[in-house]
Every structure is written in structure tokens, then in C-alpha cells.
């Protein structure tokens, strides 16, 4: 049996061996790391450990580190109206948020739906810093923007919406999950107040993720309130095993960063060329954005994605739909739709994102399989809209 192509690592990296050996050394260890004998302190030192190697990816004090259950976890707990330079500080009234960000965002957290505004995005799916600005209007607001888009990769102006909301006051959370081992995410360049991360995204265990929030930052009610672990913003005894497959993962990234980076942008490029040879008709969605270098998004006109997707699983491969399935009936990409595409072309969005693992006969084999697929789509056969 030939080896299948896996080309989804936005919706979850493979493990890295790395972490795979700190998770197991980890699961034998016994004691609570709030324990004070022998046992709980050496628990306490795997997840410190981690603690400092996730600080070292955004290169942040590692006290400034809360571990959660994963990204959406932390995106709730940032998206709260209690974050304050100072203790006693009034609450914020209102979250601003793009409209490309994932649903854990797009929810409001504790602001709720009617306190959440959305903020535009150019058909590139690039954040319209005028629009964020005249949202703002010179008065504070939590605002949540992802520094990368999952679905088109499409990297957004941090730098400047940080001098945006700053000015009125405001503080800003970003969503980092799809940057590190992509790009740079460096907390101070980026000038955020609060990021997310997640484990999984970056070859560590799924369900475990972090918050990082600028020093000093006050929140005034945690979002899991019991034994007061991580500094009383999130109790719970601690995932040790899946903390220390984070930091193993996080090390690894962080010496790795140019050289895997370099990589997939290779793959892409030998990706993005071949589709067009094959298919002129092709549209790469945010192609004249800054994009991940590992994240290709595209359509064709009459290409139903649902079936595509099963073409390419039959074929060997693991690809990605842009169409979220909900109560049974596929709805078109929140993100495309944001962006102003063209619902019927919507539909027919794949999302092809690699990693470190991903080699040249991968990209061959996909390209080969597109082939075959796009003869059937422009005779007017099985992965058509009828
Ligand atoms: N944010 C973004 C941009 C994501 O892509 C994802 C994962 O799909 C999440 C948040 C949620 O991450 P987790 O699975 O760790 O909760």
C-alpha cells in the first residue's frame, strides 16, 4: 500500500517525535504539581520547563504563560471585559473582532453576541485597518485579530491595528495558533496585549493550548475558578504530560523557524505553479496578500468541494474544504464569504496546508490527482455543481 499525502496541518500538525518522547517520560511521572514533596515538585518542574520553552517561541517572560485546554479556551478567556492595566480599572463595553477569525472569536466570548462588532476585510482577506479605526472612534474596546488566517493564510497588519486600538485606549488580542514554525511571532513585535496558541497547530498533543498576556495585565474573574493553578486565572490540576509535549514541540519551532518556513514556501510555489499549468482557470484565494507559506486556498468555477474532498481521500490524500458542515447542510466558508466571493465559487474552496514532514512526491501526487479530477470537472462530470 503506498503511503497516503497529508496536507492539512492547519487543522492539526502530526506529532513531532520530540514531543511524543517528553509526553511519555512525562505520563510516568507521578504527583499533583501542587504537591510540595519530591513527586509534585517534579511534576511542577516538567510543566516550568514547558513553561519557558513556550515563552522562548514569542520570546515572553515564561510568568506571562497560562496554560488552557487548547486555543479555544484561551480565546475565551481572552475575549473577557475584565482585562485591565490596573486592578479597578472600568470594564470594557465592547469586542471588536475580524471577520475572518475562527468561531471561538467570532462568538464573543464573555462580551456575547450583542456586544461583539465585526470588522471588515479587503477581498484579499486582509483586515481594514480604516474600518477598525472608525469602529474605534477613539473610545477603548477589546479587539481580537488573528495574526494568520487557517483557511487562506492571509497574515494581517498586527503591528498596526495595535497602534490603532492603543490610541483609543483599547487593548488587543491575538489569535496566533497558525504563525509559529510559519512565520516570526514575536510578542513585542507584534505589540499585542494578549495571544493565543495552541499545541496541536505546531506538532505538539491536541487539547492543550496557552494564553500569553502582556505583563501586568489584570483579569478581574478567571474563567475556571478552583484550585488557583496559573496564577489564578485557571484551575484544574495540570495536563503534564500534554504541557511538556507543548514545550518539546514550542523548542523544536523555535530552532527550526527559518528552515521549515523556507521549506513549505518551496512546496507552495511548485503547488501554485502546477495548479495554474493544469487549470488556468484557477483562483488562489488572498493571493496578493502576505500569505503563511505553507497555505494554499483555491477554487475553480463549477468544483463542489465536498465531493472533491472525497476524490483526493480516495486517491491517497488528506485535503481540506473550505465549507463548514453544520445541522447536516454545508454552508459556504465564513472567511471567503467576509472576503465578498462569490458563494458559488465558495463552495468549491480547497485548503492544501503542509509541514516540515511534506515532501516533493507529495506535491507531484497531488498534482497528478488534480489531473484527473479537473478532466472530470470541465467535462461536466462528478465533482460539477449540478
Ligand atoms: N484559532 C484558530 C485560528 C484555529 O485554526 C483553531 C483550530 O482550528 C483554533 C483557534 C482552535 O484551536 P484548539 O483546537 O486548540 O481549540
Redesign the pocket.
Known amino acids: 500500500m503506498t503511503e497516503r499525502a497529508y496536507f492539512d496541518w492547519?487543522?492539526t500538525a502530526p506529532l513531532r517525535p520530540a514531543a511524543r518522547a517528553a509526553m511519555l517520560a512525562a505520563l510516568d511521572q507521578a504527583g499533583n504539581p501542587s504537591s510540595v514533596h519530591a513527586e509534585g515538585r517534579a511534576a511542577r518542574q516538567l510543566i516550568e520547563r514547558a513553561r519557558s520553552q513556550v515563552a522562548g517561541l514569542a520570546g515572553v517572560d515564561p510568568g506571562d504563560v497560562i496554560f488552557t485546554s487548547?486555543?479555544?479556551?484561551a480565546?475565551a478567556m481572552a475575549l473577557s471585559p475584565g482585562w485591565s492595566a490596573r486592578p479597578g480599572q472600568p470594564a470594557l463595553e465592547r469586542l471588536l473582532v475580524s471577520a475572518i477569525e475562527?468561531p471561538?472569536v467570532l462568538g464573543g466570548g464573555r462580551f456575547g453576541p450583542g456586544r461583539t462588532h465585526p470588522v471588515p476585510v479587503n477581498s484579499q482577506g486582509v483586515v481594514a485597518l480604516d474600518a477598525l479605526r472608525a469602529l474605534l472612534a477613539g473610545k477603548p474596546a477589546l479587539v481580537s485579530i488573528?495574526l494568520a488566517n487557517?483557511e487562506t493564510g492571509a497574515v494581517q497588519p498586527i503591528r498596526e491595528a495595535a497602534e490603532i486600538v492603543h490610541e483609543a485606549g483599547g487593548l488587543l488580542h491575538v489569535?496566533a495558533?497558525?504563525a509559529p514554525g510559519r512565520i516570526s511571532l514575536s510578542f513585542n513585535e507584534l505589540g499585542a496585549d494578549l495571544v493565543?496558541l495552541?499545541a496541536?497547530?505546531i506538532g505538539g498533543p491536541k487539547g492543550v493550548?496557552a494564553l500569553i498576556r502582556r505583563s501586568g495585565l489584570h483579569l478581574s474573574e478567571p474563567l475556571i475558578g478552583g484550585g488557583g493553578q496559573e496564577r489564578g486565572l485557571r484551575g484544574g490540576t495540570e495536563n503534564v504530560a500534554g504541557i511538556a509535549g507543548f514545550g518539546a514541540a514550542a523548542a523544536e519551532i523555535a530552532s527550526r523557524l527559518s528552515a521549515e518556513a523556507a521549506h513549505t514556501l518551496r512546496l507552495r510555489e511548485r503547488l501554485e505553479a502546477g495548479l495554474r499549468a493544469i487549470t488556468p482557470d484557477v483562483i488562489i484565494f488572498g493571493q496578493s496578500a502576505d500569505r503563511l507559506p505553507n497555505t494554499t486556498c483555491f477554487s475553480h468555477p463549477g468544483l463542489r468541494a465536498e465531493m472533491a474532498v472525497i476524490a483526493f481521500d480516495l486517491a491517497g490524500m488528506s485535503v481540506s474544504s473550505g465549507a463548514a458542515c453544520s445541522s447536516g447542510k454545508v454552508q459556504p466558508s465564513t472567511v471567503l464569504a467576509a472576503m465578498g466571493v462569490d458563494p458559488a465559487l465558495a463552495r468549491g474552496a480547497i485548503r492544501v496546508s503542509t509541514g516540515f514532514s511534506t515532501g516533493d512526491a507529495d506535491i507531484e501526487h497531488f498534482l497528478s490527482a488534480w489531473t484527473k479530477l479537473s478532466e472530470s470537472l470541465l467535462k461536466g462530470r462528478n465533482v460539477i455543481a449540478a
Not at 70 to 73: K, R
Open positions: 492547519n487543522a487548547g486555543a479555544s479556551e480565546n475562527h471561538s488573528m487557517n489569535d495558533v497558525q493565543t495552541s496541536h497547530k493550548g
